[in-house]
């Protein structure tokens, strides 16, 4: 069973500040990971993706994610936060045996304080 | 120019009653999503597209139909709406990311 985990569910950083936020996920074969972000009262837009190559992307607005196999880990993070940046994140993965079905995790609401 | 987007926004529906909500996508993908939110949770996957006239079940299909009758248009149905079906329903459609609605608040009475 694929699962994709969130273990904070709410993260409260400074303007400013770096943050960091965990994605864990349990897949077997290739996987295909993404962000994406959620803003009060709006749809998911897409940040940023892995499948393949260089284990750090970047994403928009600054967003950055490294992919670790062997933790089984898709950290997204930023360098400075703005209070923009205040919204849910959601980390999601797809696999095998269907790769057009995204599994999301629970979400991270980001608080950024001024 | 917003390329999905959802109708009704919102709709309180009273028990037993039925429900449709719409999705319409400008993207020209072939598939399409629906997801339901429920307070503080991720998205939980109730029907998928890849094709007009055929659809698939999620992970929670039970309670919900699903219609594509075109390849822009994707329609989720409830036929007897019950309490437990208040949540927030987003449409979605894809190619290699998915691209969502604004999202339908559907309360049941």
């Known amino acids: 069973t694929q699962t994709v985990s969130q273990s904070d569910a709410h993260v409260t950083v400074f303007e400013g500040d770096s943050v960091e936020l965990r994605c864990n996920y349990s897949?077997?074969?290739?996987?295909?990971l993404s962000w994406y972000i959620q803003h009060h009262g709006r749809g998911l837009q897409f940040l940023l993706k892995y499948y393949s190559g260089n284990p750090v992307v970047q994403g928009v607005n600054g967003f950055e994610a490294e992919f670790s196999k062997s933790d089984s880990s898709f950290h997204l993070r930023k360098a400075s936060v703005h209070w923009s940046d205040s919204a849910v994140y959601f980390c999601a993965a797809r696999g095998m045996p269907n790769y057009n079905v995204l599994y999301f995790g629970s979400g991270t609401k980001l608080t950024v304080e001024p | 120019e917003a390329a999905v987007t959802q109708s009704p926004r919102s709709k309180v529906a009273v028990t037993g009653g039925k429900v449709t909500l719409s999705c319409h996508q400008t993207?020209?993908?072939?598939?399409m999503y629906w997801y339901r939110q429920d307070t503080g949770h991720g998205l939980r996957l109730i029907h998928y597209s890849y094709v007009a006239d055929s659809t698939e079940k999620g992970d929670i299909p039970d309670g919900y139909k699903a219609s594509r009758p075109s390849q822009e248009n994707f329609s989720l149905i409830l036929e007897l709406a019950s309490l437990s079906q208040t949540a927030v329903y987003f449409c979605?459609?894809?190619?290699?990311?998915?691209?969502f609605g604004p999202g339908t608040r559907l309360t049941v009475l």
């Open positions: 897949y077997g074969g290739s996987i295909y």
């Open positions: 993207n020209n993908h072939d598939y």
């Open positions: 979605a459609s894809s190619d290699t990311e998915q691209f």
